[in-house]
T-cell receptor, first 112, second 113 residues
Framework: ELKVEQNPLFLSMQEGKNYTIYCNYSTTSDRLYWYRQDPGKSLESLFVLLSNGAVKQEGRLMASLDTKARLSTLHITAAVHDLSATYFCAGRNAGNNRKLIWGLGTSLGVNP | KAGVTQTPRYLIKTRGQQVTLSCSPISGHRSVSWYQQTPGQGLQFLFEYFSETQRNKGNFPGRFSGRQFSNSRSEMNVSTLELGDSALYLC????????????FGPGTRLLVL
């Protein structure tokens, strides 16, 4: 079964600097998701990456997928306070039971 | 367009009781998935329904069950509650089973005493 690991689990960022969150997965996953969760709130979809080499960008966030390395990255450009949240990646299990397997999340805080 | 709604938002139960949670998907969405979120285990998939049929199931005991109605609304039931069932239960809807994007509801926070 698919396993998904995120790192780091905690990230204290300084405003204006760039950072990367890594999401490694263990076996074939035909798609990779990134979600954001604010404290006490539900999950907000950020990106869905479907194929090798896929890159998507929205504002200061850019996600990419390397299926050969089984790695997705979420890159943050010039961090701002509004980006403080927990970010989750999830892969879809291959085979008959196509459930989403989630990473533990990366808790981001942005300091002025 | 209204988002995914879940009721109730908060619930307190005691061990041994049972509970039913409800989820109304976005209009036109026919797939509903349920997740349990806890600080220790993170997000775990419970089950997914499409057209009133359970398509996929997570690794939870039989005390956890669900169903979907013809209007795509879904319920999940937990019988014989245990302390460890305390969690945020999230429902997500998508257009179909081979979804690209799932939209999550606000969740039901269950506390078992």
């Amino acid at each position: 079964e698919l396993k998904v690991e995120q790192n780091p689990l905690f990230l204290s960022m300084q405003e204006g600097k760039n950072y990367t969150i890594y999401c490694n997965y263990s076996t074939t996953s035909d798609r990779l998701y990134w979600y954001r969760q604010d404290p006490g709130k539900s999950l907000e979809s950020l990106f869905v990456l479907l194929s090798n080499g896929a890159v998507k960008q929205e504002g200061r966030l850019m996600a990419s997928l390397d299926t050969k390395a089984r790695l997705s990255t979420l890159h943050i450009t010039a961090a701002v306070h509004d980006l403080s949240a927990t970010y989750f990646c999830a892969g879809r299990n291959a085979g008959n039971n196509r459930k989403l397997i989630w990473g533990l999340g990366t808790s981001l805080g942005v300091n002025p | 367009k209204a988002g995914v709604t879940q009721t109730p938002r908060y619930l307190i139960k005691t061990r041994g009781q049972q509970v039913t949670l409800s989820c109304s998907p976005i209009s036109g969405h026919r797939s509903v998935s349920w997740y349990q979120q806890t600080p220790g285990q993170g997000l775990q998939f419970l089950f997914e329904y499409f057209s009133e049929t359970q398509r996929n199931k997570g690794n939870f005991p039989g005390r956890f069950s669900g169903r979907q109605f013809s209007n795509s609304r879904s319920e999940m039931n937990v019988s014989t509650l245990e302390l460890g069932d305390s969690a945020l239960y999230l429902c997500a809807s998508s257009l179909g089973p081979d979804w690209e994007t799932q939209y999550f509801g606000p969740g039901t926070r269950l506390l078992v005493l």
